[in-house]
């Protein structure tokens, strides 16, 4: 019968060999028969009082009509990939250690009641946080805080990284579309930047380079004063929608 919490950051896998007595064989060699076996222990954050320890390759949970039948090993699969690589597997998540408000003592302390990370002190029931004295409140809130932050920027890293990417991809695009239209006549542009019902092709460029593309294939264009890059590409979709029509015509009387 499975007794952890559906929380799985206040539970504990970690998983040792243990030399275990086969007593059918002692009986039948008369001696003592030992074999290693690979043995799950499981604890719960700011319960020291409870622990129970399983047969790795033991079934915790039965087949059932959606699934095969689930081991120890399988349900705690990051640690148990530790233990066969003889890594360190006292910590799932964040060290308690990165939590700058607490000192030694008081890592120290909360390893003593099993609680290893920020995920477990920040997601500790209210009457185990008791344990940890006044405290124990202060230090759960500011567990979450950590946890909150840590998310965001994360996010923000992510974001960042996207958009860095999506410019690189546009900076590519650009020189792509700036090398294609180079010394080509009009009607060549226009096929190599056909007009379409969808949003300009030019928003994404800058009011350089919008520049230098109509000074390029429309050097006649007036492009003295202060424009907006509105203004510009409207005047560059312009350009490209009279280079397009251009260039049909040409295909029609050929």
Known sequence: ????P?????????FYTEAIEIEGKSRAEGRPIFEDKEMCKIQFAGDKDREYHFYAHEIWKERDNRGPA????????????????????????TPLTELVFLSKAN????????????ESLADLPANLSKRLGMQGNTWKAQAASYLERAKGASADAKLIAELTKRDQELDALKAQVAALVA????EVV???????????????FSDDDIKAWIRNVAPDEPLTGNFSHKTLVAKADKINARLAEEAAKAKEAA
């Open 190 to 204: 226009a096929e190599i930047i056909p007009t379409s019902d969808e949003p300009s092709p030019f928003e994404g």
């Open 107 to 118: 890592v120290a302390e909360l390893k003593a009641l099993n609680i290893r990370s920020a």
């Open 6 to 14: 559906d929380n799985q950051n206040l539970v504990i896998a970690s």
């Open 183 to 186: 010394d080509k006549p009009a």
């Open 1 to 4: 019968m499975d007794q952890t």
């Open 70 to 93: 689930i081991t120890y090993a399988q349900r705690f699969p990051e640690q148990y990939k530790r233990f066969k690589a003889d890594e360190d597997q006292s910590v799932n998540g």
